[in-house]
Each structure stands twice: as structure tokens, then as C-alpha cells.
């Protein structure tokens, strides 16, 4: 934080900047990952995104921001599979509501982050694969948080800039009809 606040205050000849320190903190999140700490690497990135403005937050810290999380919420999950309360019955191993909820929150940010990663990869012409895949993985981590609205939100997004012949189409298509009925719109599903 003491960072922070004084590199507003270095003047117009600076040998640190916002873009730096986060390049820093993404090489130190990087780190953390490969070392298995993810709640350290989540750290480090979130710091990082403290250190641009809201519209101005690198798509790197954002893919970083939106996999860490994605992958909290998963580790989440697996932990509470595992563990012998989760045990109980070896096909569909019962989960606490809180655990649950904590899963939702991370897979829910996951999706928002995925989300911006999109819109900042859609800006640039030679990143429509990226696009697509952060597209597809804000659409699938807003279905897994329980946010079903927002994914169809971004399935549709996906389906509506691919051609009908897209290979994704089916399962694009097959995941808004699962959101559907996950709401209770039978109806909708259907179609």
C-alpha cells in the first residue's frame, strides 16, 4: 500500500510505474502458482489490479485475476470432495452450504474477470481465439457459481458474433438449454 500511494508522487521522470510494479506482481503471482500457494498468488495479483484504474487494468492481470480464482473455487470444491464429510455417499458427496457459497463467490469473480478479459482481447484484431476462449470460460465459471443468467449472457455473447456452422454451436447451445432449466424455465429450455 505504501507503494501505492507514493507512486503518484514520483514526478514525471519515474523509474517505476503502475505498469512495472505489475509486471512485477504478475512474475511473483506466476511464482506462487508453481510453488502451489494459490491463495499467495491470488494476493500478489489483486494487488495488481489496485494498481490501474478500473478501464485501465492490463488483460494479463486480468486473465490472472479470472484462472486464479477459477482455480480457488475448483481447489475449493476438490478439498470438500475429500474430505470425510464429504464421503458420504461416493457418487454425489454432500457439501457444506458455506463451502458451497465460498466455491460461488470465486467462480462468480471468475467470470466477471473472464468477462473484462474478453472485452479487452474483442479490442484487439489478432486475439479472436482468445476472445472466444475467455468468452467461453466466463460463460462456464457464471454457470458453475450459480449465476445462470450471466451465462447465458455470454453464451449468447459467443453465439451471436459465430457463424452457424461453428463447431462450438451444439455446446454452446446445450449449455443455455441447461441454464434454462437450472432457472426452472422448462420452456426456454426446450427451445
Known sequence: QL??????KGGPR?????GRVGQSL???HDAALAL???DRALNYITIAEQFFGPDQVPAEV?????STHRQVADDVLSKARASPEGSNNAATPAIEASVRVQANDHFQRAGAYYARHANAQGSTPHSESDWM????????SYGRGGRQDLAIEQFRK?????AVDDPRRPETLFRIARSFHALLKYERAVL
Open 36 to 38: 502451489g500457494k494459490l
Open 26 to 28: 504478475c512474475d511473483r
Open 14 to 18: 519515474r523509474d517505476v510505474d503502475a
Open 133 to 140: 476462449t475467455s468468452l467461453c470460460l466466463s460463460a462456464d
Open 62 to 66: 486480468l486473465f490472472r485475476l479470472a
Open 158 to 162: 459467443y453465439l451471436d458474433s459465430r
Open 3 to 8: 507503494l501505492q500511494e507514493l507512486l503518484p
